[in-house]
């Protein structure tokens, strides 16, 4: 006689009551020593399919037995938001990135980059710009000399240009408006130091935004340049950032104004939200959101972006259709028969298989 099948109703009262220190239902004040009933290991020895809880990658936990926890992890604050500096929260200084790096190869004696190797100079760490596109040096001690070098070269191009670093309109209130629905908040930059990315978030009046009080160290979300040993569209400074905050990077939104940044989410499984400005608007198909200001965007605009969350645990495995046969397929060849086409008085032109059975073609009269 086969054992009574295991409701799932059951089974998730055997995680509910596990839930609980003192055991009993969920929301009671125990009731009992926590155990497993009987029903779940033949459940297991009859091969039936084991209840994933919690699903995995999902908000919303079954299993907690506080509503009131389920509700927070529901609410903004189980998310995460991931701003780059320039382009996002402060204006870009492509045009200085790029006559710093010409003015860096006119005095070393190096040749000018071209136009198709500067349009990365801004989007990648200056030792690794160095390293791979330019070409001039893999030494780590002199990479970090031509680095410190071009810093100062910037710097006095900003310091004689007049324009001071300054909030992009509308960022301040949309970082109160996070704050106020307690989403922990990131910074990035790839081409300044810790110290330095430091420094400017305190003129710019917003590191109070990005504090974290849970760090050990006491440090704030920032990831610079030395933090990491890559820089987008390698996915590690979103994971760093991630980290920081306490999120997995399925439940981060990261902010930027180019594709490297869709690409670092698409391989770490984030969401990305670009800006217009540096890149038009078909190039940045590849982004979950567009947006031309970070004001265009509300609490609820981002939240719609982890509708589409699913479980990859809870979810059956999807079947398989081969669109194109391997090359150890035999291709399927419809059968045709030569018979009629050999009797006929005139083959239509197609060879039959016994070519010397065929029946002369009538003469033309």
Known sequence: MKPARLHRRSAMGSYFDMDEPGGGAPGSGGGGPTTIPDSMPAMEERGAP???FPPVGVADDPTLANPLVRQMM???SWFGCVFDLEGVLIKSREKEHRESWMKLAKRHDHPPPPEM???HCDTMKPEDFIARQLRWTRDPMQMRRYNEERVEIFETIVAESGSLDELQPGVERFL???QRADVPMAVMDGKKRFSQLCVTLDALGVMRYFE???SPTGEPNVVSGEDVSDWLPDPLPIERACTAMGR???RCVVFGNNTTVTEACMECGAKSVLLLGRQPRYELQGADTVVERLTDLSIENLKRLF????SDAAEPEREKVEIFPSKFTAPVVAERSWEPEARSDDAGGKEP???MRRRRRRPDV
């Open 74 to 76: 529901l609410s903004t």
């Open 307 to 310: 509708t589409e969350e699913t």
């Open 50 to 52: 084991k209840p994933y």
């Open 248 to 250: 997995t990077t399925k």
């Open 117 to 119: 190797v500067l349009k």
């Open 176 to 178: 109160e408006l996070l």
């Open 353 to 355: 298989p016994d070519y």
């Open 212 to 214: 974290n009080v849970d």
